[in-house]
């Protein structure tokens, strides 16, 4: 055989070929000749028929492009009919609060700010649920004992502490312990002769010393702290120890950490997390923070500087200053009531005359007019409703009658001031620094001032240490008259504000003194049953109407105030406190997202 490469190719070259130009020239006439030969046949030829059926081209497109966007509407009804718009989780939620924040321990809080991160740090055994009634929180069961003294009360199981450790009944009783200890210095009071004792792991035994049937009402304002990580503290040192400023809860959020933006304004932001193992389950949101403010015009300025999505804890004057088309505000009465507490045992107002005088005097419709539109009335000394049976009306306002009842006291008009012989019929109002107060003290001036009294008056801020309004205005009475808020919570026991035994450097700031009304108000903290309970009380707030050691101005409300992407349906609740406004905080989201139905 020959070598491979010896074989012959099977390639040939192509023949050369010559180019012609004329074969080129003759072949491009054909081609041209055959295309307008074409052009004539089918398009010159038929151009008016095109033009008479263009109209019928035009209605097939038209139609056609009706089915297509029918075809498209048809599709988006579809998509829509199983995508709709929901709340997103995992967002982030931003609330100014009034300051300021000294320690993040709850059983030291003292400001709105401190209460509020109590609130969503630790957990307490009761607490008040969204229709303002008492529920259960780590208790899952309370029992009375027979004579009505011990409650016994037995704790869920999967309660922790964000370390990981289990909250157990040995907690309970140190946190009392606590507030028991004179040198712990604690802002909670009233559990000394108390006893408190641990049964077993999940169970705790509160022994009271008489019948008290607001009792239970006192475990929603006992935060539980825990005892494995603060029982070689000395008790003296907790406030100031690093718990206070890294506490570990068992609440719906831990800590994460405290910004502090500027200490001149006491400016801060409490960074919070979700605790993905609270017992009652995760909340929705991801992250909580509270924005510290020194004042109400500061958390004016955040809302309409969008530094935060929602505030709390402004005046119903305040909120006039808020642009209603970013935010919307929702007023909610609490269990508070701001009321003209008069100075029983010094000056002109011993003389009960002259209290019932100025209590038919005054027009409490004018002044809840002045506080904003629909704030709720009070003329009891507890909550509208607290108490059944037959209470005692509102007076009715009647100056001419109030001044009849002056004149009969003595105090006769002269020059349009009322003087008894050479002594004026003077009065000192104090009040609290606070829009809403400024604005009734006016009021109250204005109206009183008709009557003929001549008013002084003093405005105090509680939070100026400089001032120092416990010392120097409410433990000496250095007033006439004080209009203040009064905290009555969710039981009408209003014992320590109108037993003659909380006078004298108490809550007592009327030093107001019955010996019908004493009574009336041991007997009704000694019993359980509510209709007994009923009777006491209605007794008491006959003697209390017929006394006027006050005027009911009106109920307090809770302007809070949030963005439109924020979803947490405050009208669904009913708040004892402020701070209650948290009691569903694990279903709050902010921002919305389209989620699919399942068909």
Known sequence: MEPEEKKPSKWRRLPKKSFSSKDLAKRMRKVEGATVKHARRFVFKRWKNFRESRRHIALWVLAIGFLIGASGVQVFWYQQSYRVLANANDGTYAEAVLGPV???NPIFANSSAEESAAMLLFSRLLSYDTTGNLNYDLAEKMTLSRDQ??????MRPDAQWNDGVYVRASDVVFTVDLLKNPSTHATITGWNGIDVKEVDDLTVAFTLPSVYAAFPHALNYLPILPEHLLRDIEPSALQESSFSSKPVGSGPFSLRFVQDLDESSERKIIHMARNDDYYNGAAKLERF???VYSDTES???ALNTSEVNAATDLTVADTDDISSERYTTYRQPVNNGVYALFNTTDGVLKDAKVRKALQIGTDTEAIRAIVGEDTPSLHLPFINGQVSGKLPKAPTYDPGKAGRLLDSAGWK???GVRKKGKTELKLEIVTTNNRDFNQVLQELQEQ?????????TMVVDPTDPSQNVVQNILRPRNYDVLL??????????VYAYW?????????NFSNYSNSISDTALTSARSVVQPSLRNAKYVTFAKQWMADAPAIGLYQTTAQYVYGSSVNNNPETRQLVNSVDRFTDILYWTVGDRIVHQTP
Do not use: C
């Open 102 to 104: 000294e320690t993040l």
């Open 149 to 154: 003294k011990t409650y016994t009360i037995k």
């Open 289 to 291: 923070q509270l924005h």
């Open 299 to 301: 958390i004016v300025r």
């Open 413 to 415: 008009i002269n020059g």
């Open 448 to 456: 009183w001032n008709s009557l003929g009294v001549t008013m002084t």
């Open 484 to 493: 203040y808020q009064l905290t009555i919570g969710g039981d009408p026991d």
């Open 499 to 507: 037993h003659s035994s909380q006078a004298d450097g108490g809550f």
